[in-house]
């Protein structure tokens, strides 16, 4: 009889247990910065974030990139000041994420594109005296480092202005005398 009531009550605890939300404490921000062990958020009021990524899955938290807004459960550590990553979900994805890519403007008498490699690398067709070599974002602006076609030692950077930028479109105004607008579709 004792042994019973020992184990409904084991039962019962474990069945409450069971039921109980284990929810994880939130926070939401831009991401400023981030390296193998940790990421830095910017949250919509202004204060800084930084938690640990040491030891976590990275299914469930990813690599980000500076400008991903993200979503972040964490843990509070043993230390009671640092903070864990358990689970981080990126809910608006950075300008670095969405530009690299071949991009295409077929509308026009000649073919203009842009190829935007991962590695900040880049290349042009369609743009006489163009020898494009790499490209970098500095928030809404896309430069691109170009070599003169008559001196290729000698370089200099077109900045656009970025009107338009999804998973389909690149539209890009020139912030430089003599360059054009450009107004591009991702080829597939």
């Keep these: 009889m004792k042994q019973t ?9 474990l ?12 926070v939401e921000g831009q991401v400023i910065d981030s390296t193998i062990y940790s990421v830095t958020l910017e949250t919509p009021d202004g ?3 930084a938690l640990s990524t040491r030891g976590t899955d990275p299914l469930l938290v990813p690599g980000v990139l500076p400008g991903d807004y993200v979503r972040v459960a964490y843990e509070v550590l043993p230390d009671d000041e ?9 809910a608006v994805p950075s300008s670095y ?11 026009g008498p000649a073919e203009v594109g842009l190829v935007l490699a991962e590695d ?11 020898t494009l070599q790499d490209w970098s974002l500095d928030g809404e602006q896309l430069a691109i480092s170009a070599a003169d076609a008559s001196d290729p030692k000698t370089t200099c950077t077109l900045l656009y202005y970025i009107e338009k930028l999804d998973a389909d479109s690149l539209v890009v105004r020139p912030l430089s005398e003599g360059a054009t607008r ?3 579709g991702r080829q597939q």
């Design 5 to 13: 009531l020992t184990l409904l009550v084991i039962a019962a605890l």
């Design 15 to 26: 069945s409450v247990a069971g039921c109980r939300q284990n929810t994880l404490p939130v």
């Design 47 to 49: 204060e800084t974030v």
């Design 82 to 90: 640092s903070l864990r990553a358990v689970q981080l979900d990126i």
């Design 97 to 107: 994420r969405l530009v690299p890519g071949i991009w295409r403007d077929c509308t």
């Design 120 to 130: 900040g690398s880049a290349q042009a067709t369609g743009l006489p005296g163009l």
């Design 182 to 184: 450009l107004a591009l």
